[in-house]
């Protein structure tokens, strides 16, 4: 009756454990090959309307 608590413990630990690395490796693999750039699309820094100085 001891060994069932912490079992279930270590086994709910290496659950999140194996999520949390599944996760970082997708998104290093998103990051490097994932979502390539379109060179027709203008980069978003430059779609953005710079504010102007109010008039005085």
């Known amino acids: 009756m001891d ?3 912490k079992t279930a413990i270590r086994g ?3 659950y999140v454990i194996a999520l949390l690395v599944l ?3 997708a998104g290093a693999v998103y990051t490097l090959y994932g ?3 379109d060179p027709s ?3 978003a820094a430059e ?4 504010k102007s100085t109010a008039p005085q």
């Open 3 to 5: 060994r069932t608590p």
């Open 12 to 14: 709910m630990l290496s």
């Open 23 to 25: 996760g970082i490796l």
């Open 35 to 37: 979502h390539p750039a």
């Open 41 to 43: 699309e203008p980069p």
């Open 47 to 50: 779609s953005i309307p710079q």
